[in-house]
């Protein structure tokens, strides 16, 4: 079993960066696939990014290409998520989560379903 803790969430105008990061308790962070979620008010969760256990493979939403990445450090159990080019679109809760399906394969899971675990989430809010 894993937890897990974000942080770095705040408030910033569009066109600013946030790092978010994500740690993770327990001996097997490197086991776990992870992602970054995000759920705006009103709308249902969206897969953000995601990365394999051992970053070989990684995935990115459309929206989000070419402004977040991800990124973690198996050695210090974290895994952290750079915004740049913040859009008053990227307002909303960002979870973590994990997932050990597939374990080591080279796979970025992007569904909901496919996570077994879940962090409390951070704010972020993009002003225009």
């Known amino acids: 079993q894993v937890q897990l803790v974000e942080s770095g969430g705040g408030l910033v105008q569009a066109g600013g960066s946030l790092r978010l990061s994500c740690a993770a308790s327990?001996?097997?962070?490197?086991?776990?696939?992870m992602g970054w979620f995000r759920q705006a008010p009103g709308k249902e969760r969206e897969i953000v990014t995601a990365?394999?256990?051992?970053?070989?493979?990684?995935y990115y939403a459309e929206s989000v290409k070419g402004r977040f990445t991800i990124s973690r450090d198996n050695a210090k159990n974290t895994v952290s998520l750079q915004m740049n080019g913040l859009e008053p679109e990227d307002t909303a809760v960002y979870y973590c989560?994990?997932?050990?399906?597939?374990?080591?394969?080279?796979?970025?899971?992007?569904?909901?379903?496919?996570?077994?675990?879940w962090g409390q989430g951070t704010q972020v809010t993009v002003s225009s």
């Open positions: 989560a994990a997932t050990r399906l597939y374990a080591h394969e080279d796979i970025a899971p992007r569904y909901i379903y496919e996570y077994e675990y």
């Open positions: 327990g001996r097997t962070f490197s086991t776990y696939h």
């Open positions: 990365i394999s256990w051992n970053g070989g493979a990684t």
